[in-house]
């Protein structure tokens, strides 16, 4: 409340603005190193209204004058964020003087995963069930796993008969699997094969790579 006031509406409102709809979100990893910052500033309906000359940003301790778009505050900085953490401040006054704001981290990171990995098995048959992959990441990450056929010596990667998605466990290990079925349970037909493994970090950053896969007649 300012001192001095004498307006009864700004007397009776004694609550400052508050922050919401942060983005980016609190504790995420993004990978744009340009993003729009931006939040909802609400007032109270009964409040005497947000002073949207009071709204200020600091990005990394240094101020921003934002915008004003469809009820959001937004600023872009006008320099690259270096891949790290990031953090804002925001701070805001309604008409009545009362004071609101909030900060928050997040973090930008434009490079992909690192992938170390191993064929434990790349041919299947009676004795030898399933290709096998293990892949050792450098940050966590999900994986996407793609079957191809081969056709004339070429993969046909519009075609997918097999696709599964392993999520976020961290930075360890991990065991890939195929067993040589299409997506439905059926059993593909012998022939030549790529297995296709796709890392996603949790900026959604993503590397690549390909296992040939063989697989051999049953009985």
């Not at 990005?59 to 900085?77: L, Q, T």
């Not at 056709?151 to 930075?171: I, Q």
């Amino acid at each position: 409340m300012i001192e001095g006031e004498t307006d009864p509406e700004r007397l009776a409102d004694l609550s400052g603005p508050t922050i919401t709809d942060l983005f980016p979100i609190a504790g995420s990893f993004i990978n744009s190193s340009v993003p729009e910052v931006r939040v909802k500033i609400v007032e109270d309906p009964f409040g005497t209204g947000v002073d949207t000359e009071s709204v200020t940003f600091t990005i990394d301790g240094a101020e921003a004058a934002p915008r004003f778009v469809d009820g959001f505050a937004a600023y872009r900085p006008q320099t690259i964020l270096a891949d790290g953490v990031h953090r804002v401040v925001v701070s805001a006054r309604d008409l009545a003087g009362n004071k609101g704001g909030t900060s928050w981290t997040f973090t930008v990171d434009t490079v992909g995963p690192k992938l170390c990995y191993s064929v434990k098995n790349r041919v299947i048959n009676s004795s030898r069930p399933r290709a096998e992959v293990l892949v050792l990441p450098d940050e966590p990450v999900r994986y996407v796993v793609r079957v191809h056929p081969i056709v004339g010596g070429y993969p046909v990667y519009g075609t997918v008969l097999y696709e599964s998605e392993l999520p976020t466990v961290g930075a360890g290990q991990r065991r890939i699997l195929w067993s040589g079925v299409g997506t439905v349970g059926n059993r593909v037909a012998a022939g030549d094969y790529i297995m296709r493994i796709i890392a996603y970090d949790r900026a959604g950053n993503s590397r690549a790579f390909r296992v040939n896969v063989k697989v051999e007649k049953s009985g």
